[in-house]
């Protein structure tokens, strides 16, 4: 059973802190991404990973930042939270190529509240 | 540029048929996949259409694909309580990594 994991449901952190949020997938993919999932706006990409220690800026990168110094974990960082930032958070990864077995999964999201 | 529009909201009474609609903008797109997000969940695929195909069908799943009017969409048929999701429209070209999702659609089944 293929699993992306996120390390934290639920996240309640202050303006100004700086946040780490953690994905890890066991399908030896290569492709990893960040998405922000907002109400009436979908998802919205802010970084994708391509390989290991490669990343490329999405849609919405400002205000945060990415690592990828393994190929099963991207990390995504918030140097200074601020209230905008408050949403829910997914990661997802995929395998480049052609057809079905290109579907990307995606972790369970993690809701960051920032007060 | 890059564009996927989705209805906000769909509801429809347990055992009918939904068509949950979808409109892209990039006429290069490769393609075309439909994703539920059940409530507290990450995005599961449910299933996705080539560009070179006019549809598809799964179960009790249906897609249509208009490729002049850039329109895609998913047909429930018999509809079931446990459909109720938001439902998301993604498009990708074959040669980028990046898929473009829509706004998504929230269903609601009433029994």
């Known amino acids: 059973d293929v699993k992306v994991t996120q390390s934290s449901r639920y996240l309640v952190k202050r303006t100004g802190e700086k946040v780490f949020l953690e994905c890890v997938q066991d399908?030896?993919?290569?492709?990893m991404f960040w998405y922000r999932q907002d109400p009436g706006l979908g998802l919205r990409l802010i970084y994708f990973s391509y390989d290991v220690k490669m990343k490329e800026k999405g849609d919405i990168p400002e205000g945060y930042s990415v690592s990828r110094e393994k190929k099963e974990r991207f990390s995504l960082i918030l140097e200074s939270a601020s209230t905008n930032q408050t949403s829910m958070y997914l990661c997802a990864s995929r395998t480049p190529g052609q057809g079905s077995s290109t579907e990307a999964f995606f972790g369970q999201g993690t809701r960051l509240t920032v007060v | 540029g890059e564009d996927v529009e989705q209805s906000l909201f769909l509801s429809v009474r347990e055992g009918d048929s939904s068509v949950i609609n979808c409109t892209y903008t990039?006429?290069?797109?490769?393609?075309l996949y439909w994703y539920k997000q059940e409530p507290g969940a990450g995005l599961q695929l449910l299933t996705y259409?080539?560009?070179?195909?006019d549809m598809k069908q799964d179960q009790r799943l249906t897609v249509l694909l208009n490729k002049k009017d850039k329109h895609l969409s998913l047909r429930i048929a018999d509809t079931q309580t446990g459909d109720s999701a938001i439902y998301f429209c993604?498009?990708?070209?074959?040669?980028?990594?990046?898929?473009?999702f829509g706004s998504g659609t929230r269903l609601l089944v009433r029994p």
């Open positions: 993604a498009e990708r070209m074959d040669s980028s990594y990046k898929l473009i």
């Open positions: 259409i080539f560009s070179n195909m």
């Open positions: 399908m030896d993919h290569e492709n």
């Open positions: 990039d006429s290069s797109s490769t393609y």
